[in-house]
């Protein structure tokens, strides 16, 4: 799978950004933006993320 260029930077959507604040709005949400980083903000956050194929549950629960 090729990766993003380091250049470029990581990429995070819009509606992740807006939904930083608002962290119970994310959790029964649905991510459609596969392209998008996830940010240390969403520790300890649950989401459900599209992966092209089916609707996969995350928990991220630690920052690396």
Do not use: A
């Not at 990581?10 to 991510?31: A, E, G, P, T």
């Not at 993320?49 to 690396?64: A, P």
């Amino acid at each position: 799978m090729p990766r993003r260029s380091i250049w470029k930077g990581s990429f995070v959507d819009s509606f992740l950004l807006r939904m930083k604040k608002k962290r119970d709005l994310l959790l029964n949400r649905k991510i459609g933006s596969r392209r998008s980083s996830i940010l240390p903000e969403f520790v300890n956050c649950s989401v459900r993320i599209y992966n092209g194929k089916t609707v996969v549950r995350s928990l991220k629960d630690q920052q690396f």
